[in-house]
């Protein structure tokens, strides 16, 4: 027989915010920060537009697809879907995946829409639970002055205050609020600090649930 060493989890970390909250930036440098440490760190992002459905999505979001509201609902969710049994695979064997987005916008972005917040939640049912949520706490008045908008589908003052709205309506005991109008510095010292003691904890055991 062979004897298998059993490895340390990976921790699944993930970043949410408005848009424009600061929240790709700080993920790229968590992790660097994380790489620089020597641990087994990758960045991920949802939606991943690198797929079929991701491109679907990306062609949705730039308005060059009209999609019913609740196709696109399932296909931001499927594009998860499609990524969870390598998400897992990576976080049992040891690499902690920092993910920019998850079901939280895809709760709050449909639901802004007035969906029916219980039917949003439904096809995220399933998904790896996350060890932490990071969530950069930014007034959507405030998010809108930084430099503007782009020309995204939902890049809109008013419809940034209902998914702030609707953010607040799914914060759980895995989220950790860091005020996004900190500067930079502080925010990304804050985020380093949440995701060691998340990081420490996984490797000490705890287990990842569904
Ligand atoms: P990003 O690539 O992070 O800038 O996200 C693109 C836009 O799509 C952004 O406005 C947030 C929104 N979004 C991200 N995930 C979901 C989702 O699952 N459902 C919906 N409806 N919108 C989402
Ligand atoms: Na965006
Ligand atoms: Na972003």
């Known amino acids: 027989t062979e004897s298998k060493t059993s490895v340390a989890r990976g921790s699944l970390i993930i970043l949410e915010g408005l848009d424009r909250s600061g929240k790709s930036?700080?993920?790229?440098?968590?992790?660097?920060?994380?790489?620089?440490?020597?641990?087994?760190?990758?960045?991920?992002?949802?939606?991943?537009?690198?797929?079929?459905?991701g491109q679907m999505i990306s062609s949705y979001l730039s308005n060059e697809s009209h999609l019913d509201d609740k196709v696109i609902h399932l296909l931001f969710s499927a594009n998860r879907?499609?990524?969870?049994?390598?998400?897992?695979?990576?976080?049992?064997?040891?690499?902690?995946?920092?993910?920019?987005?998850?079901s939280y916008s895809g709760v709050a972005f449909s639901a802004a829409k007035g969906l029916d917040f219980q039917w949003c939640k439904a096809p995220e049912e399933g998904l790896i639970a996350p060890d932490l949520v990071l969530y950069l706490d930014i007034p959507p008045e405030k998010a809108a002055e930084r430099g503007g908008y782009g020309t995204e589908r939902y890049e809109k003052l008013e419809f940034q205050k209902k998914v702030a709205e609707h953010y607040y309506a799914l914060r759980d005991s895995s989220w950790e609020v860091v005020d996004g109008c900190l500067k930079m510095e502080s925010v990304e010292e804050q985020l380093r600090e949440i995701a060691m003691n998340c990081i420490s904890k996984c490797q000490n055991g705890k287990p990842l649930v569904n």
């Open 81 to 102: 879907w499609e990524k969870r049994a390598l998400m897992e695979s990576k976080l049992t064997s040891g690499t902690t995946l920092i993910v920019d987005r998850y």
């Open 25 to 53: 930036s700080q993920c790229a440098k968590l992790v660097s920060y994380l790489q620089g440490k020597g641990l087994s760190v990758e960045a991920w992002r949802f939606p991943d537009r690198t797929t079929v459905i």
